[in-house]
């Protein structure tokens, strides 16, 4: 049985055992007019297999047959059948996460090899065992930043992901970190003349991310040079993995954070994910999480360690980089494996394809009277559009049409209302991006 409710009688023991009378009891510090007296207005009672259909017919009511134009942090891409089942076998789904990690072998081989992948992918030496996911990465890597420089005061390229941004402010409440924000340009990019009048020798980090969240991609050797002119830190975040294949890796950064979720993990409603940091060697004691490491038994033979464990699981809590309390192990994996299918070729292939389609998408919808690009520079899945009416307005009008629209920049970016952020992937069709474009100048031709 899935389900095993507790029968009365055991519930009468649990709550003599605890020392309260009634279910009451155990509420009494809730308000009364707080408490629910009413029963819940569900349907049923239902058996298991009614349940069971139950919620099989409100999925298939969800999003079956649409296509999907939103991006912004969290990508549609191709999933392999072989990846789902490996990560899905007994030896990998029940020990994830390594706790005796050396009686582990298999799983932290798979966690060396992802290391591996990201270090190739990322041009930096080390890479850890993988965090929550980009936006906690990208935190923790100011963190990391902030701990090598010794100094508190961050500069944030306003084009960075304003969802990582709020979790940086999230965490600099209460940590000593000054955060400010870095303007763009006219063409969408960090703004480095700005950012050259507000580094001071204070700054511990800069923090920029490319391709950025208007889809546009940075340059990176200004940035660096800027920032370390004054003895900062380069942090770089990167949250579509797939630009990768075919973009130069950000090898003058000091830091990489990097979102995983486009190797073969779903868009899932957000998650779980798997975030991972990435460095030059030299900086590894402060590397937050957790490394693997290989190395040789007493007889020679191969085997993996945990080499690096910084966390307050396994030092003392004063000397902990993070208090981060796990890696996204099995998310992780299913990146090891995706990436280990693909091969360079094949991440190489899906980037092109990306590319290529989203330049396509652009081309048609700049035949749409009224539409017209934001910003004027290379981009990789993602660009910026202007319309001459509310972008929720037509998103609500194609989603009859079993499409979701673009994202709505107007809520982050008050200067940039009526502008959206259009995405296309390897997985969007030629003749569904003609269909998009089609129905979104119908629904301008629609009257107000």
Same mark, same amino acid.
């Given at each position: 049985?899935?389900?095993?409710?507790?029968?009365?009688? +055991?519930?009468?023991?649990?709550?003599?055992?605890?020392?309260?009378?009634?279910?009451?009891?155990?509420?009494?510090?809730?308000?009364?007019?707080?408490?629910?007296?009413?029963?819940?207005?569900?349907?049923?009672?239902?058996?298991?297999?009614?349940?069971?259909?139950?919620?099989?017919?409100?999925?298939?009511?969800?999003?079956?047959?649409?296509?999907?134009?939103?991006?912004?942090?969290?990508?549609?891409?191709?999933?392999?059948?072989?990846?789902?089942?490996?990560?899905?076998?007994? +030896?990998?789904?029940?020990?994830?996460? %390594?706790?005796?990690?050396?009686?582990?072998?298999?799983?932290?081989?798979?966690?060396?090899?992802?290391?591996?992948?990201?270090?190739?992918?990322?041009?930096?030496?080390?890479?850890?065992?993988?965090?929550?996911?980009?936006?906690?990465?990208?935190?923790?890597?100011?963190?990391?930043?902030?701990?090598?420089?010794?100094?508190?005061?961050?500069?944030?390229?306003?084009?960075?992901?304003?969802?990582?941004?709020?979790?940086?402010?999230?965490?600099?409440?209460?940590?000593?970190?000054?955060?400010?924000?870095?303007?763009?340009?006219?063409?969408?990019?960090?703004?480095?003349?700005?950012?050259?009048?507000?580094?001071?020798?204070?700054?511990?980090?800069?923090?920029?991310?490319?391709?950025?969240?208007?889809?546009?991609?940075?340059?990176?050797?200004?940035?660096?040079?800027?920032?370390?002119?004054?003895?900062?830190?380069?942090?770089?975040?990167?949250?579509?993995?797939?630009?990768?294949?075919?973009?130069?890796?950000?090898?003058?950064?000091?830091?990489?954070?990097?979102?995983?979720?486009?190797?073969?993990?779903?868009?899932?409603?957000?998650? %779980?994910?798997?975030?991972?940091?990435?460095?030059?060697?030299?900086?590894?004691?402060?590397?937050?999480?957790?490394?693997?490491?290989?190395?040789?038994?007493?007889?020679?033979?191969?085997?993996?360690?945990?080499?690096?464990?910084?966390? +307050?699981?396994?030092?003392?809590?004063?000397?902990?980089?993070?208090?981060?309390?796990?890696?996204?192990?099995?998310?992780?994996?299913?990146?090891?494996?995706?990436?280990?299918?693909?091969?360079?070729?094949?991440?190489?292939?899906?980037?092109?394809?990306?590319?290529?389609?989203?330049?396509?998408?652009?081309?048609?919808?700049?035949?749409?009277?009224?539409?017209?690009?934001?910003?004027?520079?290379?981009?990789?899945?993602?660009?910026?559009?202007?319309?001459?009416?509310?972008?929720?307005?037509?998103?609500?009008?194609?989603?009859?049409?079993?499409?979701?629209?673009?994202? %709505?920049?107007?809520?982050?970016?008050?200067?940039?209302?009526?502008?959206?952020?259009?995405?296309?992937?390897?997985?969007?069709?030629?003749?569904?991006?003609?269909?998009?474009?089609?129905?979104?100048?119908?629904?301008?031709?629609?009257?107000?």
């Amino acid at each position: 049985m899935r389900y095993l409710p507790k029968s009365p009688i +055991e519930r009468q023991e649990m709550l003599a055992a605890i020392g309260a009378k009634s279910m009451d009891d155990l509420f009494s510090s809730i308000p009364e007019r707080y408490r629910l007296r009413d029963a819940l207005k569900i349907p049923g009672p239902y058996s298991e297999a009614e349940i069971i259909q139950y919620f099989k017919d409100r999925a298939a009511e969800n999003s079956s047959g649409y296509v999907r134009f939103l991006g912004a942090g969290v990508y549609n891409h191709l999933q392999s059948v072989v990846t789902d089942t490996i990560i899905q076998r007994g +030896e990998f789904l029940t020990s994830y996460t %390594p706790y005796q990690a050396e009686i582990s072998q298999g799983t932290l081989q798979a966690i060396f090899e992802f290391q591996t992948l990201m270090c190739q992918l990322t041009g930096q030496d080390v890479a850890n065992a993988s965090m929550y996911d980009g936006s906690t990465a990208t935190t923790e890597a100011v963190l990391m930043a902030e701990r090598l420089t010794g100094r508190q005061r961050v500069l944030v390229a306003r084009s960075v992901h304003p969802e990582y941004r709020d979790v940086l402010r999230t965490y600099a409440k209460n940590s000593g970190l000054r955060i400010e924000e870095i303007p763009f340009t006219a063409s969408g990019t960090a703004d480095v003349k700005a950012l050259q009048g507000a580094l001071k020798d204070d700054v511990a980090a800069v923090v920029v991310q490319s391709p950025n969240f208007f889809g546009v991609i940075e340059t990176y050797a200004p940035l660096a040079e800027a920032a370390h002119a004054s003895g900062a830190m380069l942090v770089v975040a990167v949250a579509e993995g797939v630009s990768l294949g075919l973009l130069r890796p950000p090898a003058e950064a000091d830091i990489v954070a990097l979102e995983a979720q486009s190797f073969g993990l779903p868009p899932s409603y957000g998650g %779980p994910f798997a975030g991972v940091i990435a460095a030059r060697e030299k900086y590894v004691r402060q590397m937050p999480g957790r490394l693997a490491g290989q190395t040789t038994d007493s007889e020679g033979r191969r085997g993996f360690v945990l080499t690096l464990a910084t966390r +307050e699981q396994h030092i003392r809590r004063e000397k902990a980089t993070s208090n981060i309390c796990t890696n996204q192990a099995l998310c992780a994996l299913a990146a090891t494996v995706h990436l280990t299918l693909l091969g360079k070729e094949g991440l190489r292939e899906m980037a092109e394809q990306n590319l290529s389609k989203a330049q396509f998408a652009l081309g048609e919808f700049l035949e749409i009277p009224g539409v017209r690009r934001t910003f004027d520079a290379p981009f990789f899945n993602e660009f910026v559009i202007e319309l001459p009416r509310s972008v929720r307005i037509v998103n609500s009008q194609i989603l009859r049409e079993k499409m979701i629209g673009p994202l %709505p920049l107007g809520p982050f970016y008050p200067e940039l209302t009526k502008h959206a952020v259009v995405c296309v992937t390897e997985t969007t069709p030629r003749a569904e991006i003609e269909r998009f474009a089609g129905a979104v100048k119908r629904a301008l031709e629609q009257p107000i």
